[in-house]
């Protein structure tokens, strides 16, 4: 397209949900307690990324407030209806991180059930921090000057949901607490449902 004037806009943007969610704080600890337990039987390596299966959610109930959330939450905030969704635990250790990877999903969501993680960035300390890569990454890692950082830190906290486009890599910073990190991880397919054309808009031009 040839624009009519000059013009400078900020372009390729990824549209990324973080927000806090209470659940009764009994739920919160019977999810706490299922997921371990399932960790323990899915995972005998012990590692994050070492399990034989990456669906496992779906085998307790207490789990559903969840996807409810994740499934309101898309609907609302992408404009979508989830069509298929897998979720799994992740048990997070003392020294233990979460390698560099993207998903072949639509979107990835993760809601934290319990970190007991103490960063202090002023040390360069990112303790448990999810870190999300500009996809740009790959290609070139000069940051311009008018550019900010090509990561981006989140720091956990219980009942926080983050949820993002699955082609951003993401990793996490080596976790420092003795109590493990809790989290639910889940990959989603959606449709487009044609509720809120807003939704389905970007925040920028589509094009110059």
Known sequence: MRPSRSVTKE???????????????????????????????TNPHGMPWSRSTRESLHLMPAFDPV????????????????????????????GQCLPLHCEDT??????????????????SDYSGAFVLVNPSGPFGFKNLPWEGL???????ASGML????????????PYNAEEPAVELHFELS??????????????FPRSL
């Open 11 to 41: 372009l390729f943007g990824a549209r990324v949900y973080v927000g806090m969610h209470s659940f009764d704080p009994e739920l919160m600890t019977t999810m706490c307690i299922q997921a371990l337990a399932l960790h323990e039987h």
């Open 106 to 123: 639509d979107l990835s969501a993760v809601f934290i059930l319990s970190t007991q993680a103490q960063p202090d960035p002023s040390r």
């Open 162 to 173: 983050l949820i993002f486009p699955s082609y951003l890599a993401h990793h996490t910073h």
């Open 67 to 94: 996807i409810r959330l994740i499934e309101s939450v898309v609907a609302q905030e992408y404009g979508c209806s989830v069509s298929e969704m897998t979720g799994r635990e992740v048990v997070v250790k003392r």
């Open 190 to 203: 959606v449709a487009d449902n044609h509720a809120n054309q807003r939704l389905r808009q970007p925040s």
């Open 150 to 156: 090509r990561s981006e830190l989140i720091y956990p």
